[in-house]
T-cell receptor
Framework: EAGVTQFPSHSVIEKGQTVTLRCDPI?????LYWYRRVMGKEIKFLLH????????ESGMPNNRFLAERTGGTYSTLKVQPAELEDSGVYFC????????????????FGEGSRLTVL | AQSVAQPEDQVNVAEGNPLTVKCTYS??????LFWYVQYPNRGLQFLLK??????LVKGSYGFEAEFNKSQTSFHLKKPSALVSDSALYFC?????????????FGKGTRLSVIA
């Protein structure tokens, strides 16, 4: 079974440009999460999809970030326009289940997309 | 608000010696606690979790962690470290009664096992 896959693995862009990150969760996982880690800091929650619906987007930094999950399968995270402080590693994770299974089950992570904004 | 503290940025240990990676947490109620490991150029991998029951939890690769409610801690331990254990370790928490809320992670501790 394929794991969570993310693309690109590394992106280097200029300030003001646009970048779109993609995440393909494990097939059948309704829950999809985006997290971000800035160098040396915590892994911070960005948002959570249940199927195609945004369950929680309280961690999105500002309106330059747009996440979508069309059809409840893969997800994209667009940053437009990118700023220097957006640099970091963006992790996607997925999980099966609802209710107690969702609360106690572990997340399956992708390898991350490293974004460098110059 | 939920939070996790990993007080050490770096832990160095000699191969064969016991290792401890510290984690303390803060939640309003009771916690679910997790440890994840990130090897170089890889995603985070689940190691172990505490949900309920026995305070000593055993996980992958010989790791274990002990839930201590009075000290609000969940330190990761291994009796004998291997060079291959060198990686970045993250502790995470979710409050038990918080519904389907996301995991809250610490900033990570880099473990270096020296041969």
């Amino acid at each position: 079974e394929a794991g969570v896959t993310q693309f690109p693995s590394h992106s280097v862009i200029e300030k003001g440009q646009t970048v779109t990150l993609r995440c393909d969760p494990i097939s059948g996982h309704d829950n999809l999460y985006w997290y971000r880690r800035v160098m040396g800091k915590e892994i911070k929650f960005l948002l959570h999809f249940v199927k195609e619906s945004k369950q929680d987007e309280s961690g999105m930094p500002n309106n330059r970030f747009l996440a979508e999950r069309t059809g409840g399968t893969y997800s994209t995270l667009k940053v437009q326009p990118a700023e220097l402080e957006d640099s970091g590693v963006y992790f996607c994770a997925s999980r099966l289940g609802q209710g107690r299974a969702a609360n106690t089950g572990e997340l399956f992570f992708g390898e991350g997309s490293r974004l460098t904004v110059l | 608000a939920q939070s996790v503290a990993q007080p050490e940025d770096q832990v160095n240990v000699a191969e064969g010696n016991p290792l401890t990676v510290k984690c303390t947490y803060s939640v309003s109620g009771n916690p679910y606690l997790f440890w994840y490991v990130q090897y170089p150029n890889r995603g985070l991998q689940f190691l172990l979790k505490y949900i309920t029951g026995d305070n000593l939890v055993k996980g992958s690769y010989g790791f274990e962690a002990e839930f201590n409610k009075s000290q609000t801690s969940f330190h990761l331990k291994k009796p004998s470290a291997l060079v291959s254990d060198s990686a970045l370790y993250f502790c995470a928490v979710r409050e038990r009664s918080s519904g389907n809320t996301p995991l809250v992670f610490g900033k990570g501790t880099r473990l270096s096992v020296i041969a």
